[in-house]
């Protein structure tokens, strides 16, 4: 088991730490402003990246099994988190675009990888999601984009990092309690990097996570909820609207920029952020524990029997 | 034409036509349709069937569980006492091991994946008598799990065959086993959480009517 932790969790987490570090803490790196501003971005996708590798192996293009898709997205977040570093100075309609653009690209991923010209009907991104889930899922992606890139402009420093460490840990226990364990542990591997991010961002000077962080942040965390509630049986605990308190939970913070809090000492107003966002968390965490403890287990009566036989 | 040949031919076309019938059925040509015509489809009975699968669980102790939904038909020939071929179909989202959290692990995306492969499939490839015996057979087939195909060799005993001229029942039970990695299902094999090969005990039971 405890090699299981070290490839599976730890040395990711290590990977995205180590990631930080650099980014972030070395004096000769953290002046390249592209390579600090993508630094988290980066860190959480090489972290998803290596964790899903030790878990479920690479993937075939396009994946057999819907499941490879995280690692695509895993793969294809690192670009895409330094690319919009470079777009940082450009303003409306570019993060607008950006969020919408990325939504349809994810969207229509099962059609965009079929290799011929007129593909027959592809499989869906993940079972039995209809046409409308995949248009909600455009539309989650980006609206949580542009809500996260704006905030990421406006809210420097450990908080992001936090809030999202916070809710990539409540994802977490909902894989778990839903019976996806290699998801659950993906799901660990973002929140302590994230967690890390947070940290590093105390002594770094509270740099700016950047919009591509943002967005990797953001997108990831609905992406793998997308994933984990179309590719599980959930248990009644976990409804649709838990993993939307989840997934939506970074978004309190847009109200929480305003004049009130924002004259509150730093470490106030950082704390009360941190608050607001953990209680849909918590709350989440504590109506799923049964789910996770396996106290809502019931047997047919006639497997107990059959389990008497073999005694 | 005379009304003496119009009345023989009355006669004579339906002779002929008999004749030419019954030449036709005897004939070497028409001798697999009557094979076919003795052999008995037994449509498989989900209440009375099940597919038990048996693995061992951190090196120690072995966990059981079983699939409840379990549909196809065996075609048999000798009133239902020899089997021709067995098509098996599993309904993963039947996973039964006595308790909810483990069911939900094992339909997830680890193990049997039930929301993307919904069953698992047996279709028979040959079917050998085992020597000594007149109620086994070693019976081949391709299994089809995860989106994998396999070929897999199952000691098939017929338990039980009874019933009327009206309507039979015939029960039989596969016993094999499989490693799971080689459908993909990898998870815990490295590491030791969960053993790699898979005993199965499947139960079928086979409805025959008129």
Redesign the interface.
């Known amino acids: 088991m405890f090699v299981m932790f070290l490839l599976s969790f730890l040395l990711p987490v290590l990977a995205g730490a180590g990631i930080l570090a650099l980014g972030w803490l070395a004096p000769p790196i953290r002046k390249v402003q592209w390579l600090s501003l993508s630094t988290l971005g980066v860190g959480l996708s090489v972290g998803l990246a290596l964790s899903y590798l030790s878990e479920s192996g690479l993937p075939s293009y396009p994946p057999a099994r819907s499941e490879g898709w995280i690692m695509l997205a895993a793969l294809a977040c690192i670009p895409f988190a330094v690319l919009l570093s470079f777009t940082e100075k450009l303003e409306f309609p570019w993060v607008e675009l950006t969020g919408l653009a990325t939504g349809v690209v994810v969207g229509l991923m099962p059609i965009i990888s079929g290799s011929e010209l007129l593909p027959e009907i592809p499989k869906p991104l993940f079972p039995d999601m209809g046409i409308m889930a995949h248009a909600k899922l455009v539309l989650e992606l980006a609206f949580g984009i542009i809500i996260t890139i704006r905030l990421a402009q406006v809210r420097t420093g450990p908080t992001l990092p936090t809030a999202f460490a916070i809710c990539f840990t409540g994802a977490s226990a909902c894989a778990m309690a839903s019976g996806w364990i290699s998801l659950s542990i993906m799901f660990g591997v973002l929140s302590a990097i994230s967690g890390a991010a947070a940290l590093f961002a105390r002594f770094a000077g509270s740099p700016n996570i950047g919009r591509g962080s943002a967005a990797v942040s953001a997108g990831l965390l609905i992406f793998l909820a997308t994933a984990c509630w179309y590719k599980t049986s959930a248990p009644p605990e976990v409804t649709w609207w838990v993993w939307v308190l989840l997934v939506g939970a970074p978004l309190l913070l847009l109200p929480l920029e305003n004049r009130v809090v924002n004259r509150l000492p730093s470490a106030g107003a950082y704390w009360i952020r941190v608050i607001v966002v953990a209680i849909p968390v918590v709350w989440v965490l504590v109506r799923i524990f049964p789910a996770i403890a396996g106290e809502a287990s019931s047997g047919s009566d006639e497997m107990d029997e059959m389990m008497k036989m073999y005694q | 034409m005379p009304a003496k040949h119009h009345v023989l031919m009355i006669f004579a076309l339906p002779i002929l036509s008999l004749v030419t019938m019954i030449s036709l059925a005897a004939s070497p040509a028409l001798q697999p349709q009557e094979a076919d015509e003795s052999q008995m489809t037994f449509k498989l009975d989900p209440v009375h069937c099940m597919a038990?699968f048996r693995v061992q669980h951190m090196g120690a102790g072995?966990f059981?569980g079983?699939f409840n939904e379990v549909t196809g038909q065996i075609v048999t020939t000798d009133e239902g006492k020899v089997p021709v071929s067995f098509d098996v179909v599993i309904d993963v989202?039947s996973i039964?091991?006595?308790?909810?959290?483990?069911?939900?692990?094992?339909?997830?995306?680890?193990f049997f994946?039930?929301?993307?492969f919904k069953t698992i499939t047996f279709v028979t490839e040959g079917i050998t008598p085992v020597a000594g015996s007149d109620s086994k057979w070693t019976v081949t087939g391709q299994v089809s799990m995860?989106?994998v195909t396999k070929p897999v060799s199952a000691i098939v005993e017929r338990t039980g065959v009874n019933g009327n001229a009206v309507m039979k029942k015939a029960g039989y039970e596969a016993i094999f086993s499989v490693k799971r990695s080689d459908f993909?299902m990898?998870?815990g094999v490295?590491?030791g959480?969960l053993g790699d090969e898979v005993n199965l005990v499947v139960g079928l039971e086979g409805d025959w009517s008129v």
């Open positions: 038990n072995m059981w079983r989202d039964d091991t006595g308790t909810e959290k483990l069911d939900r692990t094992l339909m997830g995306p680890n994946d039930g929301k993307e995860l989106g993909g990898s998870w490295d590491n959480a």
